[in-house]
């Protein structure tokens, strides 16, 4: 870390996990600590970030609280109610961080199911964001993509030159992001936001790219868990052998 700046950073955790096939996604163990466990890990000992904010249902409050409890300082931790929408909850958690003091200058949302996210991916991303306002980890597309027709067959392959797959933590200046949602929520153009970079995109705001990591694999389904915990247990062997 290269900066002094004041980070917060949201983590929304208000899904239904409905594409994981039951069961809270975030409890599910990797090597001994939860995806959840992992993911605010990530930020709790960092001395840029000064707050961390999980946006989810009341009634998982004080379970998550309890969760976390070994994790990060409950001074650090705060809990705020999610809405049925991704950005409702990121608004929310936004419109939270004026209460704080003193508020923070800036702020990284982060997925609550990317538990391994490298240290460096975010260390790129809040450096990034000091000097340009904003910062997007992004991993160049390795994949070779088609469209499919209505027939259900191949209509067409896509050039995949320019394209990335975006990833979290994306990070902001507080105070531009914020505007940059109340405008769009009383213009009623926050509907088909899927991720908060799309609201300075849709001001008009350069958003800047960032490194990003295959390891920064978000948890959606049964799979990607295997694939997690596999990367926990590699890491695990890797940090023992270079022990001896």
Known sequence: MTHTASFAVIIPAAGSGSRFGGGDKLLVDLGGLTVLQRSVALFAHRPDVRHITLVTAPDRFEAYRSHLRSIVSPDKL???PGGRERWESVLNGLRSLSSLTPPPLFVGIHDAARPLTP?????????????????????????????MGENGCVAATIDRRG??????????????????????????????????AQVFERNGWPVPISTGSPLNLKITTAADVELARAIVASSTSTDSSHAR
């Open 78 to 80: 705060h809990f705020v």
């Open 119 to 147: 240290p460096a991916i975010i260390d790129e991303a809040f450096r990034v964001t000091v000097e340009r306002d904003a910062a997007l980890p992004c991993l160049a597309e390795p994949a070779t993509l088609k469209r």
């Open 163 to 196: 394209l990335y797959q975006a990833q979290t933590p994306q990070c902001f200046n507080v105070a531009k992001l914020l505007a940059g949602f109340e405008k769009l929520h009383a213009a009623n153009q926050l509907a088909d936001v899927t991720d908060d």
